[in-house]
């Protein structure tokens, strides 16, 4: 349903639940799969994909962001993976710079099913 709930404070944040809402009936384009660690989000962050500011966008209004993260994290070369590497909260155990990148694609690939569709945030 819409309005999907609003974002929590980002200081006791343990993931990101993602919600991709079809603009027309409201389904979720996510197919149960809009969570993700937050130990990733500097990663998010650096290649140009800050989730926490996209809350209550439309996919038309984030997906060149979104394509360039991905075009960043596809194309890292060994000097920037590590310092990507260094954004990883955890040491790796709770998440990747690969599931980071996954992550992404699965948003754009459900923007893209509804270009129109609402992103919905809650940390």
């Keep these: 349903p ?3 709930p609003t974002p929590h404070s980002m200081e ?3 993931s990101y639940d993602v919600s991709i809402s079809c603009h027309t009936c409201g389904e979720d384009l ?3 799969y809009g969570n993700m660690t937050s130990n990733v ?3 998010w962050n650096k290649a140009g994909a ?3 500011d996209w809350h209550g966008k439309t996919g038309v209004d984030v997906l060149p962001q979104l394509a360039a993260a991905i075009s960043t994290l596809t ?3 060994p000097y920037e993976r590590k310092e990507y590497e260094e954004l990883v909260r955890g040491g790796g155990t709770w998440g990747t710079i690969e599931s980071a990148h996954e992550f992404l694609c699965r948003i754009r690939d459900a923007i ?3 270009p129109y569709s609402r992103i919905g945030i809650c940390r």
């Design 30 to 32: 996510m197919g149960g």
């Design 50 to 52: 800050p989730l926490k």
């Design 2 to 4: 819409w309005p999907p």
């Design 75 to 77: 194309n890292l070369d």
């Design 41 to 43: 989000s500097g990663v």
């Design 112 to 114: 893209c099913r509804d």
């Design 12 to 14: 006791t944040t343990m």
